[in-house]
């Protein structure tokens, strides 16, 4: 027997395709009861329960409880991460699902991946940040420069608050639909969660989509112009 990581237990988690369907319902960052990913996953309630015992016990998703109600939500932003680039070498190897719906193009162009903003926006937005010089690439590496700390702080985001926490601030996510990177870490929600405190954009109910008002359109695309 090799030794090392053990992928296959990892692949075999992920690899089911009602646990596939659980963990993408998940990667909208919100917490989830088990009759709605049963609904998700198109299985049984008990069906969906062996489910979810099965990525617990593998170290994907969490739970906690609120009175008599259990939540299940990912593990952490490592989870997300991995999912999200699985979504992308599926998309640049043609394994796509049957057509998109009608929300397509809206989850194409913003949506929630996890915990940050994805899509043509959250790819804009990393493109403009580096091209501006404020976020320096290094390889998989992302960091922000200090001309882009003077512009983080500028849109009212506490950075000090940011770097006491154990996740990087700046990561990079392979974007599944546009095929080129996004800004992920704690920069990356920071950023998602000040667009819609603004009033600039709110989630859609029961999707992973972003719909911008057309003023928090206008003020994202002038602070982040291609």
């Not at 702080?153 to 154990?166: E, F």
Request: glycine share 12%; net charge positive; proline share 4%.
């Amino acid at each position: 027997m090799k030794e090392g990581p053990d992928i296959s237990q990892i692949g075999a988690l992920i690899g089911d395709p009602a646990r596939a369907n659980m963990l993408t319902a998940l990667m909208g960052g919100q917490a989830l009861t088990a009759s709605e990913l049963a609904g998700a996953a198109g299985v049984t309630l008990q069906t969906a329960s062996t489910h979810l015992s099965r990525l617990e016990a593998g170290g994907l998703i969490a739970q906690r409880k609120q009175g008599r109600h259990r939540y299940f939500a990912l593990a952490d932003d490592e989870v997300g991460l991995l999912l999200e680039n699985i979504m992308g070498f599926a998309a640049n190897r043609g394994l796509m699902r049957s057509r998109p719906g009608p929300k397509d193009p809206a989850l194409r162009k913003a949506r929630v991946c996890y915990n940050h903003l994805a899509g043509d926006f959250g790819v804009r937005m990393l493109d403009r940040l580096v091209a501006d010089g404020d976020v320096a690439l290094d390889g998989g590496e992302a960091s922000l420069t200090p001309s882009g700390e003077a512009r983080i702080a500028a849109i009212g985001i506490d950075l000090a608050a940011l770097k006491t926490q154990r996740r990087p601030v700046c990561r990079t996510c392979l974007d599944w639909s546009e095929r080129r990177s996004h800004l992920a870490g704690s920069l990356g929600e920071a950023l998602l969660a000040r667009f819609i405190a603004d009033g600039w954009a709110k989630r859609e109910k029961d999707s992973r989509a972003i719909r911008f008002t057309a003023e928090g359109e206008r003020r994202f695309l002038a602070l982040f112009p291609e």
